[in-house]
């Protein structure tokens, strides 16, 4: 689930306020990341391959 990745693991829990284009933009990147992070696997077994 992305949300949990991005809340316990990444641990942003609350947000601050900082302006909306920041708090997008962090939030933005913080699921790109958990993105990648839920996708590792799949993505190292394809890097390990032989081509």
């Known amino acids: 689930h992305p949300f ?3 809340k ?3 641990g942003h829990r609350r947000t601050r306020y900082r302006g909306l284009f920041k708090n997008e933009a ?3 990147t913080l699921f ?10 799949t993505l ?3 890097g ?3 081509s």
């Open 48 to 50: 390990a391959r032989p």
């Open 8 to 10: 316990n693991l990444f």
């Open 26 to 28: 962090q939030l933005f």
């Open 44 to 46: 190292l077994a394809q």
């Open 32 to 41: 790109g990341l958990g993105n990648l992070f839920r996708a590792r696997r």
């Open 4 to 6: 949990h990745v991005v």
